[in-house]
């Protein structure tokens, strides 16, 4: 896909604040994740309403990393708010796929929803 090297800058740029910065959908679920891996982080909340089911959460994310980079999705059924669900799973398997330490299941908010 072509892109607009600029425009390609505006929203990788507000991936990784929606990531990392306060403020940010999922950045209180990444809130103590080592900066190596933060400083690259880039990442995206979803939430899918199908009435009359419960919310389905959605996360999608990926960290640029030189040795070791990884891109997650993860959705859950009925999982409510990407934050609250979808966003500490991918944080689980990013603390696996780099060997951090911290594998506690962190809940996000549903500021942003």
């Not at 103590?32 to 690259?40: A, E």
């Not at 960290?63 to 966003?87: C, L, N, Q, W, Y």
Request: some cysteine.
């Amino acid at each position: 896909v072509k892109i607009d090297p600029a425009d390609r800058a505006v929203v990788l740029d507000g991936l990784h604040r929606a990531a990392t910065e306060d403020g940010g959908t999922s950045a209180d679920v990444f809130k103590g994740f080592p900066k190596t891996y933060t400083d690259n982080l880039y990442g995206k909340t979803g939430t899918v309403e199908r009435q009359p089911n419960p919310d389905q959460a959605w996360y999608a994310c990926f960290v640029k990393d030189g040795s070791k980079p990884i891109v997650v999705v993860v959705t859950v059924e009925r999982g409510g708010f990407g934050a609250e669900t979808a966003a500490p799973a991918a944080r689980l398997i990013l603390s696996q796929w780099f060997d951090v330490k911290n594998r506690e299941f962190k809940t996000g908010s549903d500021q942003s929803n």
